[in-house]
């Protein structure tokens, strides 16, 4: 930054106030999620149908041809469904849910049978010829077979060959045959009500086009079913498919998160009790194999976890994170270490100092705990965990770094010449960098450049890593802070294209959120903090290129 500049004077309260706010803000946030939140009840905690896929443990996929579902897994399942749902969906008929029909008779339950249709005409068939097996052998059992799934949606089937696999399992059968996509591809074929016997739709506040924020998501599906009602008069309409997910980005106003799931759920049950709708839930189980489809978002739709356990209760206050105070803990020992790392070869003294390690500590210790809650919920394999890991560890240690560069700055120190020594070009790896800390600060820009680009271009899936990059992008923007005294050396030109970039692609995600996301806007802050300073030592760069040390 430019020598003596006129704010320089107010250098010192600016860091002390981003300081005390990272460390409030790590504090109030891991709170915030783990204060429990009043939600409507539900009026019963039996649902009357649910999407059941059995995928559920590590490793499993739909999408391995070799996978296959024991019966006894299945009985299991049903077993433990029954005392919650009178019926459950599935999708396909192959890898052993070809059983479902059979096993849930035995427990009471019906069954909306899925044949499963895509681009393969001989699995087609395949599919086809168990369901209309299942359709004679547990013929009472079955509410309804559902030929096909979103086949429109993804493409994979045109309007003619679909309404031709229809009519052909209509004919065979005389349980309820019907076809099920989201709401806007039956108003773009109304054709298929012609070849069904009644209409399930899908509607998935989260997921339209248009994100419904909680608070609005139910009054959006009563809007929805009705308009579709009046759409297709005389017709049977289903609500196929409705949900909310517990984890994964926001997109724009629509949050992903346990509280969230449990609103939605409670109060679409609430509404659902004043209608004759029949619908389906979306769905049992979480579904881990689902992120690689969808991100983290869509491993977390499940009313049940992954180990069969509920995810929420039906009624009283739901907890988001319960686990929070151990997200405390870690600012306490990050506090601490930093205290222990920054008394080491010590040049400065006085209580300015050691505040100021200990607010960057807990402040980087309640980031690395939001950092590990999402590689709990986002990581999909060892490599996944190994980099999430090593990229967090490399995020703490910087922030230790900066921490010791900036609490002399804020503190009393013994030699004033050891703070601010003479300014010297240094070299790693044949490349001159402006200061020690260059190196570090090239890197952040680079990765956070490389993510920034990613989440522009193909964003729809990937979630924010606030707590990562808060550690060097908060560090980094302090000890700019403290430096505005310093005679600034020109930043390195792929610095200076990176900090243009960084501040377009931050703009460029809350304009994508239509500036309804919050988390964006803490996005782009974390952006203009690790920019700004490089933007700023730029215009006033020292003409002779002289240059300032940490």
Sequence with gaps: MPPHTSYARFARPLAWIVLVLAAVFGAAYWWSLGRPVNLPDSP?????????????LEGETPFDPYAFVPPERIDADLKALSTRFDCVRTYSMSQGLGAVPDIAGRY????????WLGRDPAAN????????????????TLRGIVVGNEVLLRNELSEHA???????????????????????????????????DYITIHILPYWEDEPVAPEKAVQHVADVYQKMKAEFPGKQ???GETGWPSQGRSRRDASASLVNEARYVREFLNYAATVDMPYNVIEAFDQPWKRDLEGTVGGFWGIFDTQARPKFAMQGPVVEEPRWTWAIAAGGAGALLFLLAGSIRRRWHGVPGWLALALAGFATGTALAAHARLLLFACRNDVEWTVGIAIGLAGGLTA???????????????????VAPS?????RFGIAWTDEFTPQRFFWMFVLSLYGILMVFNGRYRDFPIGLFAMPCIGFFVLAL???????????VEERLMAIWLVLLGASVVVQEIGANAVSWGWLALNLALALPVLIAWVGADPIGEGRLP
């Excluded at 068939?125 to 052998?137: D, F, P, Q, T, V």
């Excluded at 065979?172 to 012609?194: G, I, M, N, R, S």
Aim: net charge positive; charged share 25%; glycine share 2%.
């Design 44 to 56: 019963t905690a039996r649902i009357a149908c649910v999407s059941y896929a059995p995928f559920r």
């Design 108 to 115: 009471g339950m019906k069954v909306l049978m899925g044949i």
């Design 125 to 140: 068939e395949r599919e086809i010829e168990l369901g209309l097996a299942a359709a004679s052998r547990d013929h009472d």
């Design 162 to 196: 679909l309404a031709a696999y229809i009519e052909r399992v209509n004919a065979a059968t005389d349980v309820p045959v019907t076809y099920a996509d989201v709401w806007e591809f039956w108003q773009k074929h109304p054709a298929l009500a012609k070849v069904t």
């Design 237 to 239: 309409i289903m609500i």
């Design 400 to 418: 230790l770094s900066l921490a010791r560069a900036i609490a002399p700055r804020l503190a009393a120190p013994v030699n004033p010449a050891a």
């Design 423 to 427: 300014p010297v070009e240094r070299r």
């Design 482 to 492: 403290l430096r505005t005294r310093d005679r600034a050396l020109m930043p390195l």
